[in-house]
């Protein structure tokens, strides 16, 4: 039986480390989701979420996991007469393209190989067909650690495709990772919370423009849990449109006054810090990086095993010796590579002290 009473730390790739300071927030008595304090509650943090974001448009609480707004943005912006481009270059980034799929709507699909990034000359190649309404991408691709270049996509996109719609999957980017969202000219960007927000799973944050709600009036079939028209008029009043999780929301404001006092700015840098050196260490270790290092992300690092190492065993033992996990790679990447989160609360101390005992596994 696991011991759940004595959790490992986790440097997995989400959900990560929760300190207990923040777990005290979500044992906080509860509130009447649609009373005045509530209310109060929900507008600072979306007020807060706005500055961190760079938004001035829509900011909408969503209890589900990140894979809601996969459907929710098709739902909701996608006609069903209309094609998306779906953008594949990992696990996840290609179950997006299959969702698509399953709500009905057509989807073509530019797709690299794993560890490389989606450039925006290939995108333009593919938009200037002129049949697309919609583009996926992913921000940060948690199976490989890849950080695809979404400013330079951006500015593509707003120079020759403007009118296409811009859905962004920012799971692992957000709040580690830097995102304006308004000069990006995204339509919707989300993530969950047990990535870089250092919060338990369960729970999602999403930036939408008034675009992206403007063209939902024209879609049918949104159903009714990810509706947008109905969030947009809920958010409008600091309400969410069905029971919200109000200990995550409670969780969130306590992390979003975090990251305002440090500086937005400071904790993208704090990140790059905890990333720099996760790299460093692996190279100089004589493993490899899976992607390009000028695509590496820097809320994760996915190391290559060019030393052939026992990636299951290394992880027991580093388990079994500290309580502490990180991550074998993902799925066919299972042993091939292995994957060290460095995002949300983990600091650089404890990056280097992980490090440390996986070199005591391998002999350094």
Known sequence: MADWKNPPRLFIPGPVK??????????????GHRD???????????DMLKKLLFTNQYIFLSTSSGSGLW???????????????????GAFSDKW???VKECGRKVDLLKVEWGKPTLPEQIDAKLSAGKYAAITLIYNETSTGLMNPIYDIAKMMKAKHPNVLVFVDAVSGMIGQPIHFDELGWDVAFA????????????????????????AKSVPGRGYYFDFIQWAKAAEKNQTLVTPS????MGLHYQCTKFLNEGIENVWARHKKMADFCRGWAKSKGFEL??????????????????????GDVIKAVKAKHNTIFS?????????????????????????????????EIGG
Not at 18 to 31: F, G, H, I, S, Y
Not at 196 to 214: H, I, M, N, Q, W
Not at 290 to 311: H, M, P, Q, W
Request: charged share 25%.
């Open 18 to 31: 929760v300190n207990d300071d923040v777990l005290q927030q979500l044992a906080r008595p509860t509130l």
């Open 36 to 46: 005045k304090e509530y209310g109060v509650l929900h507008g600072e943090v979306a």
């Open 71 to 89: 459907e929710a943005s098709i739902r909701n912006c996608v006609h069903p007469d209309e094609t998306v481009l779906a953008t594949c270059c």
């Open 97 to 99: 393209a299959d969702v």
């Open 192 to 215: 969950s919370v047990q990535k870089a927000f250092a919060l338990p799973p369960g729970f999602t944050v999403a930036a939408v423009s008034k675009r992206a709600v403007e063209k």
């Open 246 to 249: 109000i200990p995550h929301i």
């Open 290 to 311: 899976f992607c390009d290092e000028k695509y590496a992300s820097n809320t994760l690092t996915t190391i290559k095993n060019t030393r052939g190492i026992n990636v």
């Open 328 to 360: 074998a790679g993902y799925g066919d990447l299972k042993d091939k590579t292995f994957r060290i989160a460095h995002m949300g609360d983990i600091t650089l101390e404890e990056v280097q002290e992980l490090c440390g005992w996986i070199d005591a």
